[in-house]
């Protein structure tokens, strides 16, 4: 029956979809506990805590189970579609591999193969950490833990730091565009961390004026000189408590002056090149 599981694959029954949504729900749980654990066995080698890691047996019983029942709620999750194809491999494989460490630290505990163990579930917190950062990467975009950092963490981690002097501005063309300088950083506020390059929900990005015309899966979410029938403004028009409000409760708002301007700039034919004096935007509605 490959074409039913194909179908299964690419068209998810809604059930699943909802109990895929859990995931964000239950994955704190096995994270702090993992965690709390590590700290707790590695305080039990120090005399004065040696009692330290009295519940490692309760919290493994407990973690161990949620785990899998996490990692399986991320698969069903990704059934949805959306994320950045490389980011969900790694983050999917270093989550199913997290809960068969626990799995395995709860074996290991249970017969009392202390080694082993310490081992297994020291492995297990550092593939954890790993999956979790990629997890945040596919919710919040890749430079989300990084992008406010001061120069010299960025410079540890060997992240390019976005900040330039003012020698390298002056050497390198700058985009002057209405666009680039003021409508697309209040998309990227308020809409890319799930219409970006990492996670593309219903297919759409927001992140370029060339997306935004290609759309998603319900069409162009833009119609330039047409605010009123561009998507992604309808969105975000709609009363807060509605299941189709962008951005949804709870994230970031677009404030009302910035929803002006991506109305007026929508209106004045949604120009990805002009610059603000070749198309004199109100003057309020400028940063």
């Known amino acids: 029956m490959p074409g039913h ?17 859990l995931h964000p729900l239950l994955v704190h749980l096995p994270i702090g506990m993992i965690f709390v654990l590590a700290l707790l066995e590695i305080a039990a080698w120090f005399p004065r805590f040696r009692k330290a890691n009295a519940s490692a047996g309760f919290i493994l019983a407990i973690a161990a189970p949620f785990a899998v029942v ?52 020291f492995t297990t ?27 010299f963490v960025k410079k540890i981690l060997g992240v390019a730091d976005e900040k330039k002097s003012p020698i390298d501005a002056a050497n390198q063309p700058a985009d002057n565009s209405l666009f680039a300088s ?4 209040v998309l990227k506020n308020n809409c890319t961390s799930c219409h970006g390059p990492q996670k593309a929900k219903g297919g759409l990005r927001l992140d370029s004026s060339a997306a935004l015309l290609k759309g998603g899966e319900h069409g162009s979410a833009l119609k ?64």
């Open 5 to 21: 599981h194909f179908y299964l694959v690419n068209h998810p029954p809604e059930i699943l979809l909802f109990v895929g949504r």
């Open 70 to 121: 996490t990692a399986l709620c991320g698969w069903l999750l990704s059934l949805g579609g959306g994320y950045e194809a490389k980011l969900l491999f790694w983050h999917q494989w270093l989550g199913i591999a997290t809960a068969l460490g626990c799995v395995i630290s709860a074996i290991f505990f249970r017969l009392g193969k202390h080694f082993a163990y310490h081992a297994s579930l």
């Open 125 to 151: 917190a550092a593939v954890l950490g790993a999956a979790g950062h990629l997890g945040g990467s596919l919710t919040h975009g890749s430079d989300y833990l990084t992008q406010y950092a001061p120069s």
């Open 182 to 185: 003021q409508i697309l950083p």
């Open 224 to 287: 330039p000189g047409d605010a009123a029938h561009s998507l992604f403004l309808q969105r975000m028009l709609l009363p807060l408590s509605s299941d189709d409000h962008m951005p949804p409760d709870g994230k970031p708002q677009p404030s009302k002056n910035e929803i002006a301007l991506l109305t007026w700039w929508v209106e004045s034919g949604a120009s990805a090149t002009k610059t603000p004096a070749e198309l004199t935007p109100p003057a309020e509605l400028l940063k």
